[in-house]
């Protein structure tokens, strides 16, 4: 029983961040033949040293002078400092599968997971899915997947080319079913099709009623299975030893990019220029369905990210001294340098992918955005301590990966305490007035 609630737990922090786009097809007898057993050599190593040898990084130095004093509240300053590092309890808890260097990526998750566990159910071959139309190899090891699996799920790279013309079922999978659902509606489908295309994927099969070799299985897909391509493992792995030569560090995912204020309606401590603009953005996505949306009431529910000034705040109320190395894991901070004034002055040792590699080494990854999340991923799951600004997708993800390699420590502050009683009145206030 702990088993299963071990892989559950690390599950449901996983949440699908792109839609996959996966053919189910049987029967497998009608496939050829899946190629050799696939061992993964050595080159991702080599290729890492490669990258260390051939290209030259200049480690960013930064003067004693520049650091705020380090004050201790009490004689046991040092103490509690140790103690912020230290790592929580297991509780007993163990993995359902043996935790391999191999890293689980960002994009897919639960939707992979969720797509081996119906192939699985109901007797199919699966075909590696499209990443939101690129290739499935441009961000994961694909015959590291498909070898990886082989013993449970049937995987091939394309669909063979005597069923491209069959005839198909096109499916949305229905959210939240049970095995049921799929053995007895989903399975029926092989009367009349050759193949079903899954076009939404998001399944939902966690807790579910799963029986554990299917759960399992979910388990093996998603930690196992899965791991960036060897291009992307090396240039990580690099990212985190030179992220390593500072120290232990905190990794920060700090959402605070405009498109995620703008989706959100979280304006607090903008302009008004500044909020129209994310009010013009909403209303423009034509996606986007809410857009009357509320900034006040967003805040006090603690549905908006913390600023990179509530960050800071919330550091130095921990404990953490303004030597603390911390990796920002984002993409463009809203307002730029300027809105993270406030967090440098607190705490000047903040690194970046683009401070800690040379233009060089990220010029492969630049232009590929699920690319650049990958790295910003490993070296989030390689942190001492994870600390999301947000509980968005990708926090819950890394969350979740760092549970499952032995409860790494993840400080998940309330965005609701964060109210101060002026704001908290005033929304009050608000509520009565409406």
Known sequence: MRLMLTCAIALISLVALLSAHLHLFFPPSQVSMLPDPYTLPMQHEIQYQKLSRERSWIRPHLSKSSLPALKLDSANGLLDLNKLWKHPPNRDFTPCVEPTSSYLGKELLNQICDMV???????????????????????????????????????????????????????????????????????????????????????RLANNKLPPDIQKLRCRACYQALRFSPRIEAMGKLLVNRMRSYGSYIALHLRYEKDMLAFSGCTHDLSIEEANE????????????????????????????????????????????????????????????????DLTSCFPILMRKEKLATVEELDPFVNHASQMAALDYIVSVESDIFIPSYSGNMARAVEGHRRFLGHRKTISPDRQARLTKEEKRSHLWDKRNR
Request: charged share 25%; glycine share 6%.
């Open 278 to 341: 994310l009010t013009a953005i909403r209303e423009n996505t034509f996606y986007w369905k809410v857009k009357d949306i509320d900034s006040n009431g967003q805040r006090a529910k603690g549905y908006c990210p913390l600023t990179p000034k509530e960050v800071g705040i919330l550091l130095g109320a921990l404990g953490f001294p303004p030597t603390t190395p911390i990796y920002i894991a984002a993409g463009e901070i809203y307002g730029g340098d300027n809105r993270m004034a």
């Open 117 to 203: 566990a119906v192939a699985r159910i109901i007797n199919a071959t699966l075909v590696v899915p499209e990443l939101d139309k690129r290739n499935f190899s441009d961000v994961f090891d694909e015959d590291y997947f498909i070898t990886s699996l082989a013993n449970d799920v049937k995987i091939i790279k394309k669909l063979p080319k005597e069923l491209m013309t069959a005839t198909r079922a096109v499916k949305h999978f229905r959210s939240w079913s049970g095995v049921d659902y799929y053995e007895q509606e989903i399975a029926s489908l092989w009367n009349d099709y050759q193949v079903i295309h899954a076009a939404k994927s998001d399944s």
